[in-house]
């Protein structure tokens, strides 16, 4: 059960990135790899209005923020400019976003290790013989309140429908007189929101420095592609079943211990994309000819 | 004044001119049609139309110069598209796809009331309303994209060659909607068709476009009559 628990826990925070990660590419059609790194520049954001005094509650509401306008520059600055090409290009953009975010990184707040207070307090709760702390009780709250409010926000309302029209078909979009160019932006602002409290449910857990998010995006990556890439419900039950998969394999199999353990998600996302390409709740592309 | 207006139109793609000065006009309630071979240039005069290329000339549509406009804020005037390839959202429902159609209304009750209006039109459509968009036949499709330009309560609809690619009992059905449309509701029409027997009888006028430039326009009746339409275009 605390193996359980603890797989839980550790793919919750997949999870919170994986999320931001579905909902770039629902709004816009693109995979961002630069999302764990604009995180991680909302963290150090976080850091620094924590050191000024903030309390944190209203440092992380302030990163959140900044994150969106953080994301909705992106988009504006750099990703519009690949607007009508081939979604690769925009991607290999994305990369060079990471490359230069981290540079950033380094370059204002160093390379140092630096704690990142939690939004929770450090008590251990204990049910059905497992121990928990509060910030681990929290992150799996917040995530599962976040996809509820996700579905809502695509399924039931007009932003989420002009997201996903945009998304779909942008020349059809603009055709129905949606502004696509502002939908785009808004789609980056609220994944790099998203990105940004995922960075803040991580940072009090792993010591945070430029790196933090680097094999959290490979676990978040094989969450979201796993949950079927446009699934905010698939993203997460895929994080945790990945959690739980690396937690418990690497804790009874001896051969995969903590070196392997890396591995273990990305076979699991391999044996299940051979059975179904289009992921646990991605719907297979369908063409009529 | 007519309603849409196209003087000196110059388009194309990058630096391939494709038009090379059309002159068109239509009527307020009226309908035309844009006749021509393969490569004379009719897609492209309804994508500068709607702003998705390079254009230059002069385009005025309900007295408002729209040439240097981009394609959403020519839409929201009043312009509706059904480009050819339909343009369907595959990745929504057919409910989504409709809806989305009328994502620029605020009037809830009554973009309730047209869904059920465009599933009268077109009965297919109800029956697959949860379905894919993808997942569609060629026929279903084109009725879909019908459909939700009709959602955007268009003042002019512009359609791209909605018998492309259709079984004649399914292009005598998207047409009989069309006569319908323009019966009931008075809807302006400019309509790009290969076929020119089922366009000429739908519409009140239309032109012949050849290599980028008109060449015959008219009342539908006496184009319908030219020996130069009936041999290249009627096959009589």
């Known amino acids: 059960m605390q193996q359980i628990v603890d ?283 | 004044m007519s309603f849409l207006e196209v003087a000196g139109l110059l388009a194309g793609y990058g630096a391939a001119e494709v038009l090379h000065g059309i002159d068109l006009a239509v009527a307020e309630g009226g309908a035309t049609a844009v006749l021509g071979a393969n490569g004379a240039g009719k897609t492209t005069l309804l994508r500068a139309i709607t702003g998705e290329i390079r254009r230059s000339g002069r385009i005025a549509f309900a007295g408002t110069d729209i040439t240097s406009r981009r394609t959403d804020q020519i839409a929201r005037l009043g312009i509706g598209h059904v480009p050819q390839g339909r343009g369907t959202l595959n990745r929504l429902s057919v409910r989504d796809n409709l809806l989305a159609g009328a994502l620029l209304r605020r009037d809830r009750r009554e973009v309730k009331a047209d869904v059920e209006d465009c599933l009268r039109l077109f009965p297919g459509l109800g029956e697959r309303i949860d379905a894919s968009a993808a997942a569609l036949s060629g026929g279903e499709q084109q009725m879909l994209a019908i459909s939700r330009a009709l959602m955007g309560r268009p003042r002019l609809l512009l359609l791209d060659e909605p018998s492309l690619g259709l079984a004649p009992r399914v292009t005598a059905e998207v047409f009989a909607a069309l006569h319908r449309l323009r019966a009931e509701r008075g809807l302006t029409l400019l309509l790009v068709e290969q076929n020119a027997r089922i366009a000429l009888d739908l519409v009140d006028a239309a032109v012949v476009v050849e290599a980028g430039r008109v060449t015959l326009t008219g009342p539908a009746a006496e184009i319908a009559g030219d020996d130069g339409v009936r041999r290249a275009y009627l096959g009589v």
């Open chain 1, 7 to 289: 797989g839980i826990t550790a793919g919750s925070i997949y999870g919170a990135l994986a999320l931001a990660l579905v909902l770039v590419y629902r709004s816009t059609g693109l995979v961002n790899f630069a999302q764990g790194q604009m995180a991680v520049v909302s963290v150090y954001i976080g850091w620094s209005l924590v050191e000024i005094g903030l309390p944190v509650p209203l440092a992380v509401v302030l990163t959140l923020v900044a994150s969106l306008v953080i994301g909705a520059l992106t988009e504006r600055l750099l990703i519009r400019r690949f607007e009508g090409q081939e979604p690769l290009v925009a991607i290999v953009a994305t990369v060079a976003v990471l490359i230069c975010f981290n540079g950033l990184i380094n370059l204002i707040w160093g390379g140092s290790v630096r704690a990142f207070p939690s939004l929770f307090p450090d008590d251990v709760v204990s049910f059905l013989g497992a121990r928990a702390t509060w910030g681990d009780v929290g992150t799996v709250a917040v995530l599962v309140g976040t996809v509820a409010l996700l579905q809502l926000f695509f399924l039931r309302t007009r932003l989420g429908l002009a997201l996903r029209t945009a998304a779909d078909n942008p020349s059809s979009a603009r055709l129905l007189g949606l502004p696509v160019g502002s939908l785009l932006l808004v789609g980056w602002g609220l994944a790099a929101l998203l990105g940004g409290l995922a960075g803040c449910l991580v940072a009090p857990s792993v010591p945070l420095q430029p790196n933090m998010m680097d094999t959290i995006l490979v676990y978040a990556l094989a969450a979201a592609v796993l949950g079927g890439l446009d699934s905010p419900l698939g993203a997460v039950v895929a994080a945790w079943l990945i959690g739980i998969v690396e937690t418990v394999a690497g804790a009874n199999i001896n051969i995969i211990g903590s070196d392997l353990r890396i591995a273990v998600p990305l076979v699991l996302l391999a044996l299940i994309l051979l059975v179904r390409p289009q992921g646990l709740f991605g719907r297979r592309d369908v063409e009529r000819l």
